[in-house]
């Protein structure tokens, strides 16, 4: 039987593992830190925005937020705040961010209208 620690890490790693696969459309890479020790208190992660910045994230229970400009690395001077969601900070982070999600977002809708049509068609 798990204890309340092991409940809490398991579940920052899913939440770190889905906000990764709901970004990388928007960055050019974003993954998981297997050199930082990833606990229940936390889980890191390495992205570079389409701008070609590269970030050490920090996810926990406050939220995400930037503690490094290095992957793998964590650097004092560079935490910032927290962000509710990774959305939050990428927002914050990557111009490119902004665009890549309106774009993701229009194409989802238009593809949303087609099925509509498509289905009044043939009803």
């Known amino acids: 039987m798990e204890d309340a620690g092991e409940t809490i890490e ?8 889905a906000a990764v ?9 974003v993954e998981i ?4 020790p990833n606990t229940k208190e936390q889980v890191y992660m390495n992205l ?9 994230v920090e996810f926990s229970v406050q939220g995400f937020r930037v503690v490094g400009k290095t992957f793998d690395k964590l650097e ?3 935490e ?7 959305y939050a900070l ?13 774009d993701a977002l229009a194409s989802k809708l238009a593809r949303l209208q087609e099925q509509q049509n498509m289905d009044q068609e043939t009803d």
């Open 10 to 17: 398991h579940l920052l790693r899913i939440e770190a593992n």
């Open 21 to 29: 696969q709901e970004v990388e459309f928007a960055v050019k890479r």
């Open 33 to 36: 830190s297997k050199a930082l």
């Open 48 to 56: 570079t925005t389409k701008e070609g910045q590269s970030f050490c």
């Open 76 to 78: 004092k001077q560079h």
């Open 80 to 86: 910032t705040q927290y962000f509710e969601t990774i």
């Open 90 to 102: 990428l927002d914050h982070l990557s111009p490119c961010y902004r665009r890549s999600f309106g």
